[in-house]
């Protein structure tokens, strides 16, 4: 089974500074994949950022960047230039290739303030 | 931009109620799932399809049940609502091998 630990008390955040979202996750599957999804105050989920167990370079996304450490089994979102629009629930989340199903972490809060 | 969509948006409903939470999706998705979460919570799988015809439970046990008559339409049913019920249901689909599951704005459901 999959777990992931997002264990950061809710977050306040400057506007236009970065901030980073701790994510730590346990799997036995040498073969897998990290998500990080963004869940504004009106429920959907939004993909954000990618990165698969084999890539060797940490995956990014304009203002999202994946600091991914496979030895310690981590996978950080870093938010640069944070805007108020980025207030929101963060969620962490794996995917075993060998189940193809989604497990999500408790997730962040981020408050960006001006 | 991910075009699926789950109706209704919010739903108050008093127990014993069966209702069927509506989901749909234009991009030809060979997999669906639903997602329960309660506020300030965690996401947890609780159906998905890999097709038509194919309905599996997820890793939380859920009374609810599902049908995958067609690959665009993925609906849920509680046959009797009780107020454990209460919370978001999350629909999602993604691309058979793909990697990003596109999800629903949701539906926040009420059982009184």
């Known amino acids: 089974a999959q777990k992931i630990t997002q264990t950061q008390p809710g977050m306040f955040v400057q506007e236009k500074e970065a901030v980073t979202l701790d994510c730590t996750y346990d799997t036995s599957d040498p073969s897998y994949g990290l998500f990080w999804y963004k869940q504004p105050s009106s429920g959907e989920m939004i993909f954000l950022i990618y990165?698969?167990?084999?890539?060797?370079q940490n995956a990014t996304e304009g203002r999202y960047s994946l600091n991914f450490q496979k030895a310690r089994k981590s996978a950080n979102l870093v938010i640069s230039a944070s805007q108020l629009g980025d207030s929101a629930m963060y969620f962490c989340?794996?995917?075993?290739?060998?189940?193809?199903?989604?497990?999500f972490g408790k997730g962040n809060q981020v408050v960006v303030i001006p | 931009e991910a075009d699926i969509y789950q109706t209704p948006r919010y739903l108050v409903i008093g127990t014993g109620k069966k209702i069927t939470l509506e989901c749909s999706q234009t991009?030809?998705?060979?997999?669906m799932y639903w997602y329960q979460q309660d506020p300030g919570m965690e996401l947890h799988l609780i159906h998905y399809?890999?097709?038509?015809?194919?309905?599996e439970k997820g890793d939380l046990s859920s009374e609810s049940t599902v049908s995958r008559i067609r690959t665009e339409h993925f609906p849920l049913t509680l046959e009797s609502a009780r107020p454990s019920h209460t919370s978001q249901y999350l629909c999602?689909?993604?691309?058979?091998?793909?990697?990003?599951?596109?999800f629903g704005s949701g539906t926040q459901l009420s059982v009184l």
């Open positions: 991009m030809g998705h060979d997999k």
């Open positions: 999602a689909s993604s691309v058979q091998g793909g990697e990003k599951l596109f």
């Open positions: 989340a794996t995917r075993t290739y060998g189940n193809n199903r989604l497990a």
């Open positions: 399809s890999y097709g038509v015809n194919s309905t």
């Open positions: 990165q698969g167990s084999y890539d060797q």
